[in-house]
């Protein structure tokens, strides 16, 4: 569970969810949820990168990708509803070219990527997750982005939300089986102990907005970047404000890989590495709005929370 691509106006996430959008998350796997870029993708390749590729990857020539499009700035759908833009996807189209791969991105429900990826549906999960340690005990991450989390709350902060103690007997919205759904319930047996949080997991994150746009939940936790991409979005601005001044417990995040695809992990990070050195990394992280979340040491599993 940020402006992802600023090519056109930013997108109306809360109140502009168009019934069809939301039939192609219903939808999951079709032909208008994939996009591919390049024809001729080996041609301009890194030899000693495309070199690293699994065999069969190689051979195919394309990198399939999955992930859940309602996620701004990292993925989400642009104004034809049907191109998946954001900063996630900038990254692997640029990975893609020095791989020597055309990228196929496929949108799915965010609890159906996991079990997309085991099922070798795809080759990688590219869907802003952040790198815990319970998802390292079967997956592997090319960690290469430094995200903290935001609290949406109403405009004019009725209940005066700034840090995570705030929460405490509030009742927030957060992402289905997200990092943030896990924290938010690690804060019940810490800090909110003894005014425990009632969390509400839900499909979307627009749909965890639109429950503090009703007032049916309190405020809503996500990344910083998300939340402050869709506290500004069209739709959003006037109705939401952001809670916490600085981005609360930064954490890394990345693409997600089975535990067997090492060969196609260290190829990506080499590539990721190679666009840190050269300065389109931090050039497409610009362009989203997104450089203060730049690493520069990219990890494997890296993650501790």
């Known amino acids: 569970m940020l402006s992802m691509n600023m ?8 109140l502009g969810v168009t ?19 390049g024809t001729d993708a080996s041609a301009s390749a890194d030899s000693t990168l495309r070199a690293m590729l699994p065999a069969d990857i190689k051979e195919a020539g394309v990198l399939k990708i999955g992930t859940e499009a309602f996620y701004p700035p990292f993925e989400y759908l642009d104004a034809d509803n049907t191109t998946i833009v954001g900063l996630d996807m900038a990254l692997f189209q640029a990975i893609g070219d020095e791989l020597g791969l055309k990228v196929d991105i496929t949108n799915m ?8 990826l085991d099922a070798n549906r795809i080759d990688v999960v590219v869907a802003a997750m952040t790198d815990t340690k319970a998802r390292q005990a079967k997956y592997d991450f090319v960690d290469y982005f430094l995200t903290g989390q935001g609290i949406v709350v109403p405009a ?10 705030d929460l405490c007997g509030l009742k927030v919205a957060a992402l289905e089986a997200s990092t943030q759904v896990s924290l938010l319930e690690r804060f019940n047996t810490a800090e ?16 965890a907005m639109l429950q503090v746009l009703s007032g049916r939940a309190d405020a809503s936790f996500s990344q910083d970047a998300v939340a402050r991409y869709n506290a ?10 952001i809670g916490n001044d600085q981005p609360l417990l930064p954490v890394v995040m990345g693409p997600m890989f089975g535990k067997d695809d090492t060969d196609l992990r260290d190829a990506v990070k080499a590539t990721v590495e190679k666009l840190i050195e050269d300065g389109r990394y931090q050039s497409i992280l610009d362009k989203h709005e997104l450089g203060s979340g730049a690493v520069t040491d990219v990890t494997v599993n890296g993650g501790t929370l």
């Not at 019934?19 to 870029?37: M, Q």
């Not at 005014?195 to 499909?203: H, K, W």
């Open 156 to 165: 004019g902060n009725p209940k005066n939300v700034k840090t995570v103690e």
């Open 109 to 116: 429900a965010f609890d159906g990527l996991l079990p997309a």
């Open 19 to 37: 019934l069809a959008v939301s039939a192609l998350v219903l939808a999951g796997c079709s032909a208008g949820d994939s996009t591919a870029a």
């Open 7 to 14: 090519r056109g106006t930013r997108k109306v996430i809360v």
């Open 192 to 207: 909110c102990t003894a005014d425990p949080i009632t969390v509400t997991a839900l499909a979307t994150d627009a749909d």
């Open 232 to 241: 500004a979005a069209d739709g959003g601005s006037g109705k939401f404000e």
